[in-house]
């Protein structure tokens, strides 16, 4: 049974930027407290014209040439997304034909802000059962089609991108992906959801939070999906390299590097320049700590998100 590893990486911000100040024009609310609250400078979003696979595609193609592998390559495509170009087909499937990856099948995955994490540990299982060698894994959303921008409470904290990596199979069983954890609990659906649903009312709907509830579960059950996955492995929390978090809120980061005792240099702090991508966060982060050299060979690196469902979960890889 062999490992899998992330071998490249990809990235797509839309050109377009919506700061603090300019959102001090529209809504009740200003640069000082937004980014008290959040960390957030600026958000990226969509041209009217692009689709969710048109940030994927983006993605996707930086990643296969950092890889040095062309789409024929890619036996598997999953997008982690929570808005899709069209109810159906999936987005993956859309993001295929635009990439000619014609040896692949491809699905979406629906976990929200986990959807990657989510997404990332079906690939992993598909590598690990010799089904697969090459797949391509993306977070892609265009939020900014779900936001209510008169509301000051959500309008502020989203924004759009999209962030790819391709995982391969590898027979080092000491690199790779190590551990993986994934949670959920359903009775806990109306603290993060949309007011709309094709069945509820056939409309899309904009995102509801209940701000309060949702940071205290981010910070505690992030922190207990860490500590899980380093149980399985018998490590600590003093082996880990780096933590790569869901990019949601300064806040929330913080307070779980806190609980954890991790100090900050051993974090990924990237929301200040996208707010929160959902699914797109972490493989943007990933992609951004690769730019910037914080990777390295060896390296402990553990994933951490929790978005709508609620859903949460952890990943372990070592570099």
């Known amino acids: 049974m062999n490992n899998s590893k992330i071998i490249a990486s990809g990235k797509y911000l839309p050109k377009k930027i919506l700061s603090n100040h300019d959102l001090e024009k529209t809504v009740d609310t200003s640069h000082e407290w937004i980014f008290e609250r959040t960390g957030i400078v600026k958000r990226h979003i969509a041209d009217e014209k692009e689709m969710t696979s048109d940030l994927a595609l983006q993605a996707c193609k930086e990643a296969l040439k950092n890889a040095q592998l062309k789409a024929e390559q890619i036996e598997m495509i999953i997008v982690a997304t929570t808005t899709p170009d069209l109810t159906f087909p999936s987005t993956a499937t859309i993001l295929q034909s635009k990439l000619n990856a014609s040896n692949a099948f491809a699905f979406d995955i629906q976990a929200v802000c986990s959807g990657f994490v989510y997404a990332l540990n079906v690939a992993n299982n598909f590598i690990k059962s010799n089904q697969v060698k ?170 951490e998100a929790l978005g709508g469902g609620l859903t949460w979960g952890s990943i372990i890889m070592r570099w």
């Open 134 to 303: 090459n797949a391509l894994v993306v977070g892609a959303e265009t939020l900014s089609r779900i936001v209510d921008w008169k509301d000051r409470n959500t309008c502020v904290l989203f924004g759009d991108g999209a962030g790819a990596v391709i995982l391969s199979s590898t027979n080092n069983k000491n690199e790779g992906i190590l551990s993986n954890n994934l949670y959920s609990d359903g009775s806990l659906v109306n603290i993060l959801k949309t007011n709309g649903g094709i069945s509820a009312n056939q409309k899309s709907g904009f995102i509801e939070m209940q701000g309060k509830e949702v940071f205290k579960l981010a910070v505690e059950k992030m922190s207990e999906a860490v500590l899980a996955g380093l149980k399985n492995l018998n490590l600590k929390i003093s082996d880990i390299d780096l933590l790569i978090p869901h990019q949601a809120n300064s806040r929330i980061l913080n307070a779980v590097a806190k609980k954890l005792e991790l100090p900050e240099s051993k974090i990924i702090i990237t929301v200040q320049d996208h707010a929160n991508t959902s699914a797109a966060s972490i493989p943007l982060a990933i992609n951004y700590a690769i730019e910037k050299n914080k990777i390295h060979n060896n390296d402990l690196i553990v994933l």
